[in-house]
């Protein structure tokens, strides 16, 4: 049975300003604090293909994976996966977008088994996952919710 991790968010921001942010994948290096880079590396249709770069490690690695990544505006979700899978034997991410009182839920589904030659198994890779899940999602919480009042302020 494949690993998973679920993890949600409220951002009080319209929905078509969180769709807007966390679909724009070359702006995450500044909505995430976790990527030192993001690069669409193809685009067929909907589907991109992007590179991602984690900032360096405490050993000066920075780990690196290119995703495949399909945005659905009219079902208000995002369906991806690692093509490179590195320690991963699969990983599959599922975004969902609703509309709750108190802005936009945003929630994060992931899914995946561990190779058994990777540095953890699949309970501390849950672990990994869902700390730095919450953190990101608390960031970006917080830089959308500055855009919006931003942009409140100017209207």
């Not at 994948?25 to 685009?43: H, I, M, N, Q």
């Not at 540095?119 to 830089?143: C, H, W, Y």
């Given at each position: 049975?494949?690993?998973?991790?679920?993890?949600?968010?409220?951002?009080?921001?319209?929905?078509?300003?969180?769709?807007?942010?966390?679909?724009?994948?070359?702006?995450?290096?500044?909505?995430?604090?976790?990527?030192?880079?993001?690069?669409?590396?193809?685009?067929?249709?909907?589907?991109?293909?992007?590179?991602?770069?984690?900032?360096?490690?405490?050993?000066?690695?920075?780990?690196?994976?290119?995703?495949?990544?399909?945005?659905?505006?009219?079902?208000?979700?995002?369906?991806?996966?690692?093509?490179?899978?590195?320690?991963?034997?699969?990983?599959?991410?599922v975004w969902t977008y609703r509309e709750v009182e108190g802005g936009v839920e945003m929630r994060w589904r992931q899914e995946f088994t561990m190779k058994p030659?990777?540095?953890?198994?699949?309970?501390?890779?849950?672990?990994?996952?869902?700390?730095?899940?919450?953190?990101?999602?608390?960031?970006?919480?917080?830089?959308?919710?500055?855009?919006?009042?931003?942009?409140?302020?100017?209207?």
């Amino acid at each position: 049975m494949p690993a998973q991790t679920d993890n949600r968010i409220v951002i009080d921001a319209p929905l078509d300003l969180v769709w807007e942010m966390t679909n724009d994948v070359e702006s995450w290096p500044g909505l995430f604090t976790e990527y030192a880079d993001a690069k669409v590396l193809e685009r067929r249709g909907d589907t991109m293909v992007i590179r991602l770069t984690l900032h360096p490690d405490p050993d000066g690695t920075a780990w690196s994976w290119v995703s495949e990544r399909t945005p659905d505006r009219d079902s208000l979700t995002v369906r991806a996966h690692r093509v490179e899978t590195g320690p991963f034997e699969f990983m599959n991410l599922v975004w969902t977008y609703r509309e709750v009182e108190g802005g936009v839920e945003m929630r994060w589904r992931q899914e995946f088994t561990m190779k058994p030659t990777a540095p953890f198994d699949d309970a501390a890779m849950t672990e990994r996952l869902n700390r730095v899940g919450r953190e990101q999602m608390a960031v970006i919480k917080s830089r959308i919710e500055e855009r919006a009042a931003s942009v409140a302020d100017r209207g």
